[in-house]
T-cell receptor
Framework: ETGVTQSPTHLIKTRGQQVTLRCSSQ?????VSWYQQALGQGPQFIFQ???????GRGNFPPRFSGLQFPNYSSELNVNALELDDSALYLC?????????????FGSGTRLTVV | DAKTTQPNSMESNEEEPVHLPCNHSTISGTDYIHWYRQLPSQGPEYVIH???SNVNNRMASLAIAEDRKSSTLILHRATLRDAAVYYC???????????FGKGTMLLVSP
């Protein structure tokens, strides 16, 4: 079984630019979540998608947006990049609903905003 | 979200058992107890989860107190590859996601 794949692995952007990060979910998983992890901190929840609909969002501004596609792959878009957006962005997929399932995480995309 | 409390760090020697504690005094009846770990430069990795009964898998064991207000992740024989940050997380039975705290950094010495 394949795991969660994220691309690119590293990215450098300039403040004010826009960025798109991509994620391929583990086979059979139709729920995907995105997290932001600043250096030295635990991951912070951005949003979650289930069957192409957003069904949960953390405390992030609207310039953070996402999409989930019919094949359950996903994108995270960030507009008007700020220096504080520099972080590791993690994608995680899961079976739907229930606290009784675990998430599978990708290795992340390291975004640096200069 | 119900919160968890973990020690900031713990140390162990290789091949010894490790008991990582977690307090969750405000846990609700529908909250599952999840453990993840994050090795350096990697995404978090699912370790184990449970609801009421103790659980075992190939990676670890999870011991849950009878009142469910605390739990312990048990690594039976620590290896150098177990050095990581371990997160104890409560997840309810709905569409909830994972709320990470700061976790416990486990240091393993040869």
């Amino acid at each position: 079984e394949t795991g969660v794949t994220q691309s690119p692995t590293h990215l450098i952007k300039t403040r004010g630019q826009q960025v798109t990060l991509r994620c391929s979910s583990q086979s059979g998983h139709n729920t995907v979540s995105w997290y932001q992890q600043a250096l030295g901190q635990g991951p912070q929840f951005i949003f979650q998608y289930y069957r192409e609909e957003e069904n949960g969002r953390g405390n992030f501004p609207p310039r953070f947006s996402g999409l989930q596609f019919p094949n359950y792959s996903s994108e995270l878009n960030v507009n008007a990049l700020e220096l504080d957006d520099s972080a590791l962005y993690l994608c995680a997929s899961s079976f739907p609903t229930g606290g009784g399932y675990g998430y599978t995480f990708g290795s992340g995309t390291r975004l640096t905003v200069v | 979200d119900a919160k968890t409390t973990q020690p900031n760090s713990m140390e162990s020697n290789e091949e010894e058992p490790v008991h990582l504690p977690c307090n969750h005094s405000t846990i609700s009846g529908t909250d599952y107890i999840h453990w993840y770990r994050q090795l350096p430069s990697q995404g978090p990795e699912y370790v184990i989860h449970g609801l009421t009964s103790n659980v075992n898998n190939r990676m670890a064991s999870l011991a849950i107190a009878e009142d469910r207000k605390s739990s312990t992740l048990i690594l039976h024989r620590a290896t150098l590859r177990d050095a990581a940050v371990y997160y104890c997380i409560l997840r309810d039975g709905g569409y909830s996601t994972l709320t990470f705290g700061k976790g416990t950094m486990l240091l393993v010495s040869p």
